[in-house]
């Protein structure tokens, strides 16, 4: 079902969770993969998941479309992620990379999340080293396959600033990449 079709019917009170459920259902799993990659731990993100469409169901009615209904869901999942880590940072007193080191050791301790051959699993490390928003940046452009335009409308950041920050992660991975020996 499109987006507009779904948007109409959340406007009609008799067919309202209708309407609402298939969203959820449309975008559900894209949601919870964008947050799993930002947070590991699948209760986090499937917690986080749940957080994001309750905020959709509660603000749906004033959502005004000048973006896509994707991107701001997206925009949504995103600031939950930012603000989880961030919560959490100050919570345990974490500095930036010792939260990176532990969404690095449940990843490892996650056979499922760390799949893949030496090289995607190379990569997927790399990737959770990175400061969150040059990872939330990374995973847009490299996993979503988003534009740059797109990553601006989630983001709420410039295109040259989200250029930037997708240079600089690219360049991290690459370096963490190159300088790990076999079976990390």
């Known amino acids: 079902m499109e987006d507009q079709e779904i948007l109409a019917k959340f406007a009609d009170p008799a067919s309202r969770n209708l309407a609402f459920n298939q969203l959820v259902r449309k975008y559900q799993q894209r949601v919870y993969w964008h947050v799993r990659k930002m947070v590991v731990d699948h209760q986090d993100a499937d917690d986080l998941t749940q957080d994001t469409f309750v905020k959709v169901w509660k603000n749906l009615s004033t959502f005004r479309q000048d973006a896509s209904l994707f991107t701001w869901i997206y925009r949504i999942a995103t600031n939950e992620c930012l603000n989880f880590l961030s919560s959490k940072r100050r919570k345990f007193f974490l500095p930036l990379n010792d939260v990176g080191a532990e969404l690095l050791a449940k990843a490892e301790a996650d ?22 928003k040059q990872r939330l940046v990374f995973n847009l452009k490299y996993y979503e396959d988003m534009t740059y335009e797109q990553m601006a409308d989630v983001t709420g950041t410039s295109v040259g600033a989200l250029k930037a920050s997708y240079h600089h992660a690219v360049k991290k991975i690459e370096q963490y990449v190159n300088n790990q020996p076999t079976n990390d």
Request: without cysteine; proline residues 9%; glycine residues 10%.
């Open 111 to 132: 056979p499922g999340l760390l799949s893949g051959d030496e090289v995607e699993q190379k990569l997927q490390k790399a990737i959770l080293r990175l400061p969150d």
